[in-house]
């Protein structure tokens, strides 16, 4: 997931209980992206998921 932009909302897969979701990236690391959850149970919650978590992009912030 090295190609992931700030503003890309990606595919979180489901985990610990937590339903697969869409989350916002604001900012990409080496090996995780940070922001917040936009869907589901965990919306408007910060998180850092590492890219093993990241299921796919939904949409590309240069295509909205």
Same mark, same amino acid.
């Given at each position: 997931? $090295? =190609?992931?932009?700030?503003?890309?909302? &990606? &595919?979180? &897969?489901?985990?610990?209980?937590?339903?697969? $979701? /869409?989350?916002? #990236? =604001?900012?990409?690391?080496? =090996?995780?992206?940070?922001?917040?959850?936009?869907?589901?149970? /965990?919306?408007? #919650?910060?998180?850092?998921?590492?890219?093993?978590?990241?299921? +796919? #992009? $939904?949409? +590309?912030? =240069?295509?909205?």
């Amino acid at each position: 997931m $090295h =190609d992931l932009q700030e503003g890309d909302i &990606v &595919v979180i &897969v489901a985990f610990d209980g937590w339903p697969e $979701h /869409l989350f916002e #990236v =604001d900012q990409i690391f080496d =090996d995780s992206a940070s922001g917040y959850s936009i869907t589901g149970p /965990l919306e408007g #919650v910060y998180g850092e998921p590492g890219f093993e978590m990241i299921l +796919r #992009v $939904h949409s +590309r912030a =240069d295509a909205r």
